[in-house]
């Protein structure tokens, strides 16, 4: 395993991370006893892979239902030192319902501290202030560091940038998770903030929201040849000195395998990604042209100054993907949590779009008359079922 200093924290990273949200049981909080043997056994066995593989970062959530209390199992087991616990815990209005939480993770966990907490989405202005006001949430925070429950605190976010960099320059967090990988870079402006604090960098989710490469299409894995699609876009995101770790939604102990590959390519990244970042440029040309390629995203607005609160960036971003490289499935599962993911994936879709007026909102786009006509045809293209997000199912 590879080790990067995760920021101020001094803590030795690797460079890849177990994240925890895919082999618990229940996205509700459950008694043990109603865990099934095989899922605990399989979850047991996942965990002590990953420390075997030099993977000693654990990462969940209290949001994740079973997996803190079915963690609390095997976690114990290890040498403390030897392990770097990170969970994760929602911002709330009532900081004294942020530290009931966080109590109650620790005692899922059944550990003494956490090397790592997160404040967990804060993903809108409000629920920064949550976060950083006085007697708020990073106040509770401070209290349980000086009580030694917890070392570092960081937060997790899907929100927009601005307010990624926003909650960065408070300069009151150690670390960030958050999205960034080939398909999605709107994030490098937070981490090159994030740098220079001198803040841990985790990459949330690169193979699922990173466009679920563990099930890609034929187009996709011609593009990143002779690479798959997931060591692409591992030694994407590592070939960056300022990205620390990648979480590795793992569901069984198999699932860190392909990953692996990825460390030996590492010195000879310069190497190896041009010619294949050359060829998904020029699938996107040939299939849009250089213009659309290089100037579809200037001056499009945010969802809420959209009439309906179409989230046309994103609409048009999910097209990109299903056209260009045949990114169909991921495509549709994004487009349908649209009008479903609160502030985790916010916006609406374009049903309906040709009732509105989208001139005024779209007066700064070079692509101002044909947008709304894209938008009709993704809603074709893309529209079915509402989808929920995992933590609802």
Not at 316 to 328: I, K, P
Request: include cysteine; hydrophobic fraction near 35%.
């Amino acid at each position: 395993m590879l080790y990067r200093r995760f920021g101020r924290t001094e803590l030795q990273m690797p460079v890849f991370s177990c994240g925890g949200m895919r082999y618990q049981f229940k996205w509700q909080d459950i008694p043990q006893q109603q865990v099934p043997a095989d899922n605990q056994a399989n979850l047991e066995a996942t965990i002590k892979r990953s420390v075997e593989l030099g993977i000693n970062h654990i990462e969940t959530a209290r949001g994740y239902g079973s997996s803190e209390m079915q963690l609390g199992q095997v976690l114990p087991k290890f040498p403390r030192d030897q392990i770097i616990v990170q969970t994760k815990v929602s911002p709330k209005a009532d900081s004294q319902v942020f530290q009931a939480d966080f109590e109650k993770s620790l005692k899922n966990l059944q550990l003494d501290y956490v090397d790592l907490l997160g404040i967990h989405g804060i993903n809108t202005a409000e629920l920064l202030d949550y976060s950083i006001r006085p007697g708020g949430c990073l106040d509770v925070v401070r209290k349980l560091q000086a009580q030694g429950k917890v070392r570092f605190v960081g937060f997790s976010t899907h929100g927009p940038t601005d307010i990624i960099i926003q909650t960065i320059n408070t300069n009151q967090f150690d670390y960030v998770n958050l999205h960034w990988y080939y398909i999605n870079q709107v994030n490098w402006q937070a981490i090159e903030a994030a740098t220079r604090h001198d803040m841990g960098v985790f990459i949330i989710s690169p193979s699922d929201k990173g466009g679920r490469l563990y099930d890609p299409p034929q187009k996709l894995v011609d593009l990143c040849a002779p690479l798959s699609p997931m060591v692409f876009n591992d030694l994407f995101c590592l070939s960056h000195s300022d990205v620390h770790t990648l979480s590795l939604g793992a569901s069984k102990p198999t699932d860190f395998d392909e990953h692996l590959k990825t460390l030996d390519l590492l010195d000879r990244s310069d190497e190896i990604l041009p010619p294949i970042l050359a060829k998904w440029e020029k699938a996107a040309i040939s299939t849009f042209g250089e213009n659309w390629v290089k100037t579809w995203r200037v001056g499009l607005p945010r969802h809420e100054k959209t009439p309906g609160n179409i989230n046309i960036r994103t609409i048009l971003w999910l097209r990109n993907l299903a056209l260009a490289y045949d990114m169909h499935e991921y495509a549709k599962v994004r487009y349908n949590l649209l009008g479903n993911g609160s502030h985790w994936f916010p916006g609406n879709k374009a049903d309906g779009v040709e009732n509105l007026d989208l001139r005024e909102c779209l007066r700064n786009s070079p692509h101002a008359e044909r947008i709304p006509d894209l938008l009709r045809e993704t809603h074709k293209l893309l529209g079915g079922a509402k989808v929920k997000r995992l933590s609802q199912s």
